[in-house]
């Protein structure tokens, strides 16, 4: 996947990989811009990061997300990890693997597995507000290993 230029604030405080609960203050801002070749500004607040879980974690990122008014992520597949969308507040347009597109809205959740591409965008004023969630299936990254050719 594509990240353009990121922002991380100083006064994040990672947190250890054993934790159990993250409150806003341990939250690690990071910003990322025309994420998969979308346009604008992904906001985000991270309980951790892709880079910092243990191999052996099914869990590699977890995140508040914010797509502003004409901001999107564009589409892209995931080779080996499932990404899974919870939207908490605002309108947006998923597009799935095959180009189909489907307004969300709070309460809405979307899941791209391996093999799959999805995109998400917002049209609205109102900023459209996600958890994201990123999983790796091992198993399915040791059974696929053309997927490491990526």
Not at 56 to 67: Q, R
Request: with cysteine; hydrophobic share 35%.
């Amino acid at each position: 996947m594509a990240f353009g230029t990121v922002a991380f604030a100083a006064d994040s405080k990672a947190a250890a990989p054993d934790e159990q609960c993250y409150t806003p203050d341990k939250l690690i801002t990071l910003d990322k811009q025309d994420v998969a070749k979308g346009k604008g500004t992904l906001y985000g607040k991270f309980s951790f990061t892709r880079d910092m879980p243990p191999a052996e974690s099914a869990m590699k990122e977890i995140g508040w997300m914010t797509l502003r008014k004409g901001a999107s992520i564009g589409l892209h597949k995931h080779a080996f990890n499932e990404d899974a969308y919870i939207i908490i507040s605002g309108e947006g347009i998923f597009t799935d693997g095959t180009g189909k597109e489907t307004v969300v809205r709070a309460g809405s959740i979307t899941i791209a597995r391996p093999g799959q591409s999805h995109a998400l965008r917002n049209e609205k004023d109102e900023p459209l507000v996600f958890l994201d969630i990123i999983a790796q299936n091992d198993t399915y990254k040791a059974n696929h290993p053309e997927t490491n050719k990526k």
